[in-house]
């Protein structure tokens, strides 16, 4: 009887022993998959911290007016003054120009419902009676 229990306890040394270590190996791995993804994480926030300085570099109000100072005569802009600026509805709405003659135009007060109008009845789905 007492084989039995020291086979039996040494079989569960062996089994504890291939479970510790299959967990360390396991562990580890899962911590050099979270270094890697730290390393990628700072070097995407590196990355990010470069596009922030070459956007504000490239929108700095002192760089885009030397631009425009050196291109006024091919953008063929105009200063800003307040008789140049306009209301809404002077403002012409640009046409579309795909080519296409428009089919029909809809107005918005077909689409609003009568007043006084009843509703369209229901149809009744197959199968259901009155009450």
Known sequence: MRGVIYLFSIFMVVVAAYWSYSVTYKTQDKLEVAEKLRREIGRE???IAVLRADWAYLNAPERLEMLVAQNVSRLGLKPMIPE???ELYEIDPP???DGME???IIGL???TPRLGASPAPMPRPVGVRNR
């Open 102 to 104: 428009p089919v029909a």
């Open 95 to 97: 046409q579309p120009d």
């Open 84 to 86: 140049r600026f306009a």
């Open 109 to 111: 007060d077909d689409l």
């Open 45 to 47: 926030r590196q990355a």
